[in-house]
């Protein structure tokens, strides 16, 4: 595709490093400053906004009730619950802060069996071997198992003592002492300059002008993105847009627009169990 404008080998050395790893936030993004932790809950309000995600840290396995019979075979489902539930501490958390839950799941594949309880019932046909189903929320996922009545002993033996079920997930937040950005000046500049145009959805323009002249005005004017290393705030910048490369177009919402934006220090959110 060729460039709308031809661009000074510092500004194009300063887009070739850092637009690759360009990315949208959350929308509304995540206020990481309000950041709540309490009795193994983590909520993350939404700019503005007393909604957001609650993550856990801690779970527990739990068993659907006892096997049941299936074609011959025995079935069993285990939940893995956030241990705040089972403790009837949630409720109590969300009615002391106002808060919101956006009911936000760990990623699909966060969940597996454990190569113990794979291993024993290894021996089950094609379809019937333990799998992960989708979690339902509170549950962050549920495990299916199929056995043999002989197996079941065991099985029930092992649900009762160690994990069958392993979590593993990271979550991309921020430090709350992360910098912030307002990005309003420089959305002033890029819309004075016909970069942007504002709409009632907030503000949109070319891709390829947006991430051109942005990265041009942080060269030139970076005490506009706060941070001596105009890559840095220009970074978080162009993170507040949806970027589509293809398509040429580049869109911030009005939300977005209106709130500063986080010079993330990455401060992952480690979920684990078994």
């Known amino acids: 595709m060729r460039l709308p404008y031809v ?10 490093f850092v637009a690759p790893a360009a990315h949208a936030q959350t929308d509304p993004p995540l206020d990481y400053a309000r950041t709540i932790e309490q009795s193994d809950m983590v909520f993350v309000p939404y700019v503005g906004m007393n909604r957001g995600p609650v993550y856990y840290t801690s779970y527990e396995q739990v068993p659907n009730g006892s096997p049941t019979n299936v074609s011959g075979m025995r079935k069993l489902i285990v939940n893995l619950f956030p241990k705040a539930h089972r403790q009837n501490l949630y409720n109590g958390f969300i009615s002391q802060y ?3 839950d956006a ?4 990623p699909a594949t966060a969940c597996q069996p454990t190569e113990e309880i794979a291993n024993l019932l290894s021996y089950m046909p094609a379809g019937y071997t333990p799998r992960i189903l989708a979690g339902n929320y509170p549950i962050a996922c549920s495990l299916s198992l199929f056995f043999m009545s002989e ?24 430090d709350k002492a992360s910098q912030k950005l307002n990005i309003s000046p420089i959305n002033q500049r890029l819309v004075t300059d016909k970069v942007l145009t504002s ?9 390829w002008d947006v991430l051109f002249e942005s990265s041009r005005l942080a060269l030139l004017s970076p005490s506009l993105f706060v941070t001596s290393d105009p890559q840095v705030g220009w970074e978080a910048y162009i993170k507040a847009f949806t970027l589509d490369l293809n398509a040429q177009t580049a869109t911030m919402s009005t939300t977005t627009a209106g709130q500063p934006v986080y010079i993330c220090t990455p401060d992952p959110l480690v979920l ?3």
Do not use: Y
Not at 103 to 106: F, M, N, T
């Open 199 to 207: 709409t009632s959805t907030g503000l949109t323009g070319n891709s």
């Open 151 to 174: 197996s079941e002993a065991e099985v029930l033996a092992i649900i009762n003592s160690r994990p069958v079920i392993t979590l593993r997930a990271s979550i991309p937040l921020c």
């Open 103 to 106: 009911k936000v799941l760990p």
């Open 7 to 16: 661009l000074s080998a510092a500004v194009l050395g300063l887009l070739t």
């Open 98 to 100: 106002g808060i919101t």
């Open 272 to 274: 684990q169990f078994g």
